[in-house]
């Protein structure tokens, strides 16, 4: 048995009231004339007065009038076996018409409606042509997991979808957001709005390098995320030396992926086959470095590592003025960024990822008061006029 | 039998006492009277205070042992009846009541009295009839009777002295009371009343709630001739109060016996004329 408002059983409390009255109600003696009191043992007033519960049959009923009907209020609910099984029996579906693309609102306000539905099994149905997009394991993840759903393919795709583009960055601090659209065999990207952005780069070299720099994000340079920095090491830095030393190993997988990356920029590899600069310190030969590029004669123009702030670093033998070094700042920029998947077309989701969403509704669970349609309060209501007819006659009796 | 509700429901207590004495008289055929003169009766044990002009002295002179001849008295048998109307008397109610009960009885015995050409009188709280004959006699002792209600308290004493007093020569004295007077002055009357040679008798007239005690719970009696008030678990004093009875009862019996007293306790449920007949029956 449960309660479905169980807050209720404070009014129980109430049952000290009829215990009270009969303690505190001063016993009303009948009066009875008699011929003599002779025979009569010696009265104790005091013992006559004291306080007692009087007539404690009539008590237990008023107490029990009471607790029925706090048991009552409290809305009493036998969870027998049948009824579990009429609930069990019962489904409760709620269907999402996704043909519009928007399945994410419809499966929370499905949710919601679901959770005031009475006691049974509870099941959402979509249909949808599932667009790419359109539903993600977040959007799945947010139905609860007793509620089963189910996925139905219907409707052809849509002709035209819009989504985000990837980010690029036209200036070392100013990112700019994009939007693409797929119509059909048309791809149209367009810039949404600009922000500020943390430069991604910095640049060892002398200042005439600032002009290469500059041409390189004027080409658009995909933002990278959040924590992706590179340091590049140009041979005619002042510093170069001491900056070469603080190189260690590759640790984070990101650095290991942006540098074979950059090894593998074709671009890159035919502009340095023509360089004759060469990194003779004998360092770069060794760990942690690692080799990007050759120069004409094979030896080594180009290697990388990573610095003790977590930065890929990477060092050149060529001078700031050059062309090299200037591929090389596009390229180590690209490398921070992910691979953009390729422009897509309007696509759906996958048969197995929808069975791997889907799942079979659970059992009824717990029922809420809000969402019962029937508990048992009536036989407890009934017990308390049954009682109150008891009492009645009791205190007209006595 | 007559049911004792049905003889409370009819006013005319001369029509009472002659239904009570009809029913009483059928199977008796002498009168349970004894007096001292007329035809002789029987003997008995001589008793201090008999007179010696009834002394059988033939028979003492053959057999050693005083005997006194008795009777059965025709027409010099005066009798007094001693009616108690004290308020404890009105008890359980004004019908049922236990002085109705010993009016009835007062009144079927002067019936029954005056019918046999004997005397009768009647005393009461504030009543005194004298002890006479005749038809004209009765209905106006039974019209004073019929007019008595019990109210305040009564002396029985004083009223069996009175009675004993007046009696000419010795006659027959029956009181009719609860005996809550007094125990050992109503007591010493009676006493005194036998040793002046009348016959007492006491019809003890209680009723089944005196006896029985069936109340329960708190209960606040209100003495019917003091107005005194008592308040008790009726059902936890039931136990001592039926002791108390029964030892007030069997104490009557005990002492009226020993007294020669004739001694009937009668309840008010039983009917009048089996009462009057029992009575009867154990002084004939």
């Not at chain 1, 919601?112 to 977040?138: C, H, K, Q, T, Y």
């Not at chain 2, 010795?170 to 009181?175: A, E």
Request: overall charge positive; aromatic content about 6%.
């Amino acid at each position: 048995m449960i309660w479905l408002v169980p807050i209720a059983w404070v009014g129980a409390a109430a049952v000290a009231s009829p215990i009270l009255i009969h303690l505190l109600a001063r016993p009303r003696a009948a009066q009875q004339p008699f011929p003599t009191l002779r025979f009569l043992p010696v009265v104790d007033e005091v013992a006559l007065r004291r306080r007692r519960v009087e007539e404690v049959p009539l008590l237990l009923v008023r107490c029990a009038i009471l607790v029925s009907a706090a048991a009552a209020v409290a809305g009493p609910l036998v969870l027998t076996a049948a009824r579990r099984a009429e609930w069990n029996a019962r489904l409760v579906r709620e269907t999402v018409d996704g043909s519009d693309g928007d399945i994410r609102t419809g499966l929370a306000r499905a949710a919601a409606r679901l959770d005031v539905a009475p006691p049974g099994r509870r099941e959402i149905v979509v249909r949808s042509a599932f667009p790419v997009g359109s539903i993600a394991d977040d959007d799945v993840a947010a139905v609860p997991r007793a509620i089963g759903l189910r996925f139905e393919r219907t409707g052809a795709l849509p002709a035209r979808r819009e989504a985000d583009a990837p980010a690029v960055l036209v200036s070392p601090d100013r990112l700019l957001r994009r939007r693409v659209t797929l119509d059909g065999p048309r791809t149209t990207v367009r810039d949404v709005d600009g922000a500020p952005a943390e430069t991604p780069i910095d640049i060892v070299a002398r200042a005439d390098a600032r002009a290469s720099l500059a041409a390189v994000f004027a080409e658009r340079v995909p933002a990278p995320p959040s924590g992706r920095r590179a340091r590049l090491l140009v041979a005619d830095a002042p510093t170069f030396a001491a900056d070469v030393r603080d190189a260690v190993s590759v640790r984070d997988a990101w650095i290991g992926a942006a540098i074979a990356t950059i090894a593998r920029d074709e671009e890159l590899l035919a502009v340095v086959a023509r360089a004759g600069e060469t990194l003779s310190d004998p360092a770069f030969a060794r760990q942690p470095w690692l080799p990007v590029a050759r120069n004409r004669d094979g030896r080594l123009l180009a290697a990388a590592a990573a610095d003790s702030g977590r930065r890929l670093i990477v060092a050149a033998a060529t001078p700031s003025s050059s062309f090299a070094t200037a591929v090389l700042m596009r390229s180590t920029l690209d490398a921070l960024a992910p691979p953009t998947r390729a422009a897509d077309d309007v696509v759906a989701i996958g048969d197995a990822q929808l069975h791997a969403w889907s799942r079979d509704p659970a059992g009824a669970a717990e029922p809420r008061r809000d969402t019962i349609d029937d508990d048992d309060r009536r036989v407890l209501w009934i017990a308390v006029i049954v009682l109150l007819g008891v009492e009645t006659w009791m205190r007209r009796e006595r | 039998m007559i049911d004792p509700a049905l003889v409370a429901r009819i006013s005319d207590l001369e029509l009472v006492a002659r239904i009570v004495v009809e029913g009483t008289l059928s199977g008796l055929h002498r009168s349970p009277f004894h007096g001292y003169d007329a035809e002789f009766s029987q003997y008995r044990r001589y008793r201090p205070g008999d007179d010696l002009k009834h002394l059988d002295w033939k028979l003492a002179a053959r057999t050693g042992r005083l005997y006194t001849k008795q009777f059965r008295e025709t027409t010099n048998l005066a009798a007094a009846l001693v009616v108690d109307d004290s308020a404890s008397m009105g008890f359980p109610d004004a019908r049922l009541s236990k002085f109705r009960y010993a009016a009835t009885s007062a009144a079927a015995l002067a019936y029954l009295i005056s019918s046999q050409g004997d005397a009768v009188g009647l005393v009461a709280r504030e009543v005194f009839v004298g002890a006479r004959t005749g038809r004209r006699h009765l209905q106006s002792l039974l019209a004073r009777l019929s007019r008595l209600a019990p109210a305040g308290a009564f002396r029985t004493d004083e009223a069996i002295a009175l009675a004993a007093d007046r009696l000419r020569g010795r006659g027959v004295l029956i009181v009719l009371s609860d005996l809550y007077d007094e125990e050992e002055r109503t007591f010493e009357a009676l006493r005194r009343a036998v040793r002046r040679g009348h016959e007492v008798a006491v019809l003890h007239i209680v009723s089944p709630q005196e006896v029985d005690f069936p109340y329960a719970r708190d209960v606040e009696f209100v003495d019917l001739e003091t107005g005194r008030r008592a308040a008790l678990d009726a059902g936890a004093a039931r136990r001592a109060y039926r002791d108390n009875v029964t030892a007030f009862l069997e104490r009557w019996r005990s002492r009226a016996g020993s007294e020669g007293i004739q001694y009937a306790l009668v309840t008010t449920d039983t009917p009048p004329d089996r009462a009057l007949r029992r009575f009867l029956l154990a002084r004939a």
